[in-house]
């Protein structure tokens, strides 16, 4: 059953050693997530599973990536390696992580979790509704207390200098976005649009259903933690519980 999840911002430049000089800038958002992903580990979760977009698949504990690709030697592992001897099936995946699940490992890293076991989720970014909802059913029912911290941003498209350019519809999907994550409004986050979400870049829109899904009875609450579009893209921060 699903008792807690902390929703964050995915971007890179979270990383202050990838952000370099405008690390500050985001500052406001590393303190909020901090702030999630306390309330994370208050909840006392038995199994605790990172999601974001990334293509698809399961990446065990011990996981690694790194942020090679934005000119940075810095590496991270998802979780604690599994023990020597562990059955088949629980070895690290040999793909790295993807990015948004190593901003993750990143933001993991830096609460030193070991409040629980940690598992990944990469989803299609194109993936439709009722897949990522029965696969947050799926997550979910894993454990007696499941936690889940979920990656992923709103629109890329808030202004002509953002990665996607200025599109007029980007600000009402992000409050729309940044309401239903707010409150905890499950069935808002599974009627958002995909089509739209995939043409505004809004790389959270599948795994926020893949929370609803999950969320689905298990009657939490949710709270705004911080919102905020540099760069022209909308980094959300929001606790349910």
Same mark, same amino acid.
């Given at each position: 059953?699903?008792?807690?999840?902390?929703?964050?911002?995915?971007?890179? #430049?979270?990383?202050?050693?990838? *952000?370099?000089?405008?690390?500050?800038?985001?500052?406001?958002?590393?303190?909020?997530?901090?702030? !999630?992903?306390? =309330?994370? !580990?208050?909840?006392?979760?038995?199994?605790? $599973?990172?999601?974001?977009?990334?293509?698809?698949?399961?990446?065990?504990?011990? /996981?690694?990536?790194?942020?090679?690709?934005?000119?940075?030697?810095?590496?991270?592992?998802?979780?604690?390696?599994?023990?020597?001897?562990?059955? +088949?099936?629980?070895?690290? *995946?040999?793909?790295?992580?993807?990015?948004? =699940?190593?901003?993750?490992?990143?933001? #993991?890293?830096? %609460?030193? @979790?070991?409040?629980?076991?940690? &598992?990944?989720?990469?989803?299609? +970014?194109?993936?439709?509704?009722?897949?990522?909802?029965?696969?947050?059913?799926?997550?979910?029912?894993?454990?007696?207390?499941?936690?889940?911290?979920?990656?992923?941003?709103?629109?890329?498209?808030?202004?002509?200098?953002?990665?996607? $350019?200025?599109?007029?519809?980007?600000?009402?999907?992000?409050? &729309?976005?940044?309401?239903?994550?707010?409150?905890?409004?499950?069935?808002? =986050?599974?009627?958002?649009?995909?089509?739209?979400? $995939?043409?505004?870049?809004? %790389?959270?829109?599948?795994? @926020?259903?893949?929370?609803?899904?999950?969320?689905?009875?298990?009657?939490?609450?949710?709270?705004?933690?911080? +919102?905020?579009?540099?760069?022209?893209? &909308? $980094?959300?921060?929001?606790?349910? /519980?």
């Amino acid at each position: 059953m699903l008792v807690a999840a902390a929703v964050c911002p995915c971007p890179p #430049l979270l990383v202050p050693e990838v *952000a370099t000089g405008a690390a500050p800038e985001l500052d406001a958002a590393r303190a909020a997530c901090a702030d !999630a992903l306390g =309330l994370l !580990a208050a909840a006392r979760p038995d199994r605790l $599973y990172v999601v974001g977009a990334g293509g698809g698949g399961v990446f065990p504990a011990g /996981s690694t990536g790194s942020f090679d690709g934005f000119g940075v030697d810095l590496s991270v592992r998802l979780g604690e390696a599994p023990a020597e001897g562990a059955p +088949e099936g629980e070895a690290a *995946a040999e793909r790295p992580l993807p990015a948004g =699940l190593a901003v993750g490992a990143w933001l #993991l890293g830096r %609460a030193d @979790w070991a409040d629980a076991p940690v &598992e990944g989720l990469a989803v299609d +970014e194109r993936a439709a509704v009722g897949e990522l909802a029965a696969a947050g059913r799926g997550l979910a029912a894993s454990a007696e207390r499941v936690a889940l911290l979920v990656m992923g941003d709103g629109s890329a498209c808030r202004t002509v200098k953002a990665p996607g $350019y200025l599109d007029e519809r980007a600000a009402g999907f992000d409050a &729309e976005a940044a309401r239903a994550l707010g409150t905890a409004d499950v069935p808002a =986050l599974l009627a958002l649009d995909a089509e739209l979400a $995939y043409e505004l870049k809004a %790389a959270g829109r599948a795994p @926020w259903q893949v929370l609803a899904g999950a969320a689905e009875d298990a009657g939490l609450e949710g709270r705004l933690l911080h +919102e905020d579009a540099p760069y022209g893209v &909308e $980094y959300i921060v929001a606790a349910w /519980s």
